[in-house]
């Protein structure tokens, strides 16, 4: 069976590595670049930390600072708009998930045209985006590394999944050194989104032996650190070593895809506006147990990337291990045991159901669920 291992072509890692970085963009001859981010990181002053260290390499930029936590179709049209005119050649994209997406909306459509809903699916833009750098400000979506670009219809509130080969930035950069005073919470969060891009990736039905070995090391490393970062976010070896755990996990489903964990949080992010790596948190367990039923071998791994003694353990056994390891995680971060908590209502369920079938994220879960099923999981995880 052939398969295809999708990755930007240069990936900086290490604390200090943005002045690097820096040096490595100036070097690719781009002469003004759209930084792509969100109001936040602007107050703080990071947005203008990265665009000083461009000026002095001789790099104009432009900044358009109006990404949401879930970024829009609309906030994809005012910096595609901005980008246009101000005659940018290139995207730089900073922060976590939500301005890696947007910026790899603006980037698509400046070579493709059209609008972003065009592009929903699976590989359907005919030419590369315009070249993109993404730098990474937390440990957990990967976006700055993979081909999955998520945006929300502001009118149908559907978030679409748009999986695309031309999405993938040309360059990475994950300095710890940015990720340093990150709240808890949002830590917490994005490392449990890190944990479950490896753990789907790792069940899905398209795994290979390459995508197998970065998930099981980035549940590993994981489980080691992320209680750290959590609980001392000045921590720099904790921070780096989640940078490298987000990133190998990221390795792992841009090439292995997801499975309904996703497919289902997408449909609550977008429906209720809620923080993707909580609803991946939440659902987690829930989904893995539906799973448990055809890859409890894949799960009891999962149990020993996360430091349970399997060696006397069935299967199912090992299986329901990995989920009681999950929730411990989970607890031991304080993420909130159930939807209930954030708002969730049971009288949603039926569309919440009915569009996660058709995410394309759900399409290489290791068992294919109805949608009664796909309800019930819902149900479980109130």
């Known amino acids: 069976m052939s398969s295809v291992f999708f990755m930007p072509s240069i ?4 604390a200090g590595c943005l002045k690097e970085a820096v040096s490595t963009i100036q070097a690719q001859g781009f002469k003004k670049g759209l930084i792509v981010s969100d109001k936040v990181l602007n107050k703080i ?6 665009a000083d260290l461009l000026t002095e390499k001789n790099v104009k930029t432009v900044i358009f600072d109006g990404t949401n936590p879930n970024p829009t179709i609309k906030n994809v049209e005012d910096g595609l708009k901005m980008l246009k005119e101000n005659n940018c050649d290139f995207v730089i994209s900073l922060g976590g998930g939500s301005p890696h997406d947007c910026a790899k909306g603006i980037a698509l459509l400046a070579s493709n045209g059209g609008t972003i809903s065009d592009y929903e699916g699976l590989d359907k833009s005919p030419k590369p985006q315009l070249p993109l750098i993404s730098i990474n400000t937390t440990a957990g979506t990967a976006s700055e590394i993979t081909r999955f670009c998520i945006i929300t219809d502001e009118v149908t509130h559907i978030k679409m999944a748009i999986v695309d080969k031309h999405v993938t930035p040309l360059i990475s950069v994950n300095d710890p050194e940015l990720m340093v005073n990150k709240p808890a919470a949002l830590t917490a969060a994005t490392g449990m989104d890190a944990l479950t891009h490896a ?9 290979t032996p390459l995508t197998d070995a970065v998930a099981i090391k980035a549940i590993e490393m994981i489980e080691k650190h992320l209680r750290t970062a959590v609980n001392d976010g000045q921590n720099i070896e904790a921070r780096e070593k989640m940078a490298y755990a987000q990133f190998m996990a990221g390795m792992a489903f841009n090439n292995a895809s997801l499975g309904y964990v996703h ?3 997408h449909q609550l992010g977008g429906f209720y506006d809620l923080p993707h790596g909580v609803c991946n948190a939440v659902l987690l367990p829930h989904v893995q147990s539906f799973n448990a039923r055809v890859v409890p071998e894949r799960l009891r ?4 990337a996360m430091g349970v003694d399997v060696s006397q353990l069935s299967p199912q056994q090992g299986a329901e291990a990995a989920l009681q390891a999950i929730r411990k995680l989970s607890k031991d971060v304080n993420i909130p045991t ?10 949603d369920f039926d569309v ?9 994220c759900g399409f290489t879960n290791p068992v294919q669920a109805s949608n009664e099923e796909i309800i019930e999981i819902f149900r479980q995880a109130m």
């Open 45 to 50: 002053g990071m947005i203008k930390k990265v």
């Open 11 to 14: 990936n900086l890692m290490g």
């Open 199 to 207: 753990i789907e990736a790792y069940v899905s039905t398209i795994a």
């Open 338 to 347: 159930g939807l209930s908590e954030l708002g969730v209502q049971e009288s």
């Open 263 to 265: 497919a289902m949080a």
């Open 352 to 360: 919440l159901s009915s569009n996660a079938l058709k995410d394309v």
């Open 301 to 304: 791994d999962v149990a020993q």
